[in-house]
């Protein structure tokens, strides 16, 4: 039943994401407590210990955002809508996710973006984060400017949330904003958010831990493991960023279409067994102990 569940809150995310198409999309990344990971541990020990599951998780989101396409660190600015919720939905499917809480809500904007932190503040309900840090991550993620030429675009701006604290079980967070900006002028000109009604959803998901304790083994043989810095870097967008007279121009380079490096992810693993999986999370894929 708490499968279905899963499977059901996140197919409704998606349904919310697809339903607004995007030109854009940057994500941000963040690590709330401590990562209490053995270095050096085998992709068994990864799953099969609660003190190294922050990696665990990091390392099942990772393998989620592969089979998505979801690579803001290497491919920059997303702009195909498609991807973000393909990714949500492979993030949440898999079958040690529990739904803690799902919530989406229309803001109503002014145009002032104090105010547009103002009311992610007022709504957000997740309990991850304090409701001002995650207004201010989001917030932080809006362009500088467009592409010349480009007047308006819709950009979803994404935040991932990893959380570990002692004693507890690790929970991810996936908050995200879309809303329409508009160029101040034809040159692509500094970004505004104007008066509109804009989307904000913030979902947390608790990872069972026995599930990753008890199937340790096939999960290590199917999913590749990552430590929480190589999370953190890879669904990030922000390598994207530059100092230009001492204050940082976010997007700069792919604006300005000199961002080159489109490597993907290796799937080298930073622990020391490394394997990898062709298949998607599906609990008909995967023969667990409950």
């Known amino acids: 039943m708490l499968f279905l569940k899963s499977i059901l809150l996140a197919c409704t995310a998606v349904v919310v994401v697809a339903q607004r198409e995007y030109d854009a999309l940057v994500s941000g990344t963040r690590l709330i407590g401590i990562d209490t990971t053995i270095p050096g541990q085998s992709g068994v020990d990864i799953f099969r210990h609660t003190q190294n599951h922050a990696s665990a998780v990091a390392s099942i989101l990772l393998f989620a955002a592969n ?78 400017r467009l592409s010349a030429g480009v007047k308006s675009q819709v950009w979803v701006l994404s935040h991932i949330t990893l959380l570990s604290e002692p004693h507890q079980e ?23 958010v104007v008066p509109q009604s804009a989307h904000f959803s913030a979902n947390a998901y608790r990872i069972d831990s026995d599930i990753l304790i008890k199937n340790a083994v096939q999960f290590a043989r199917q999913i590749p493991t990552f430590d929480v810095p190589t999370f953190l870097k ?31 992810i290796s799937g080298q693993s930073s622990h020391r067994q490394t394997h990898h999986c062709a298949g998607r999370f599906p609990s008909s894929q995967l023969r667990l102990q409950a």
Do not use: C, M
């Open 170 to 192: 690790v929970a991810f967070e996936l908050a995200y904003l879309v809303l329409k900006l508009v160029a101040a002028d034809d040159n692509g000109g500094a970004v505004k």
């Open 67 to 144: 089979r998505a396409n979801f690579r803001p660190h290497q491919n920059g600015v997303i702009t195909d809508s498609a991807v973000f919720g393909e990714f949500i939905n492979q993030s949440t499917r898999f079958p040690a996710v529990r739904p803690q809480i799902e919530y989406g809500n229309e803001l109503e904007l002014n145009g002032d973006r104090h105010q547009l932190k103002e009311e992610i503040e007022r709504t957000y309900h997740a309990n991850v984060n304090h409701p001002q840090e995650i207004a201010n991550a989001l917030e932080g993620l809006i362009p500088s």
């Open 234 to 264: 890879e669904l990030s967008t922000t390598r994207l960023t530059k100092k230009v007279n001492g204050n940082v121009e976010r997007l700069e380079a792919w604006l300005d279409g000199k961002d080159n490096d489109k490597n993907l």
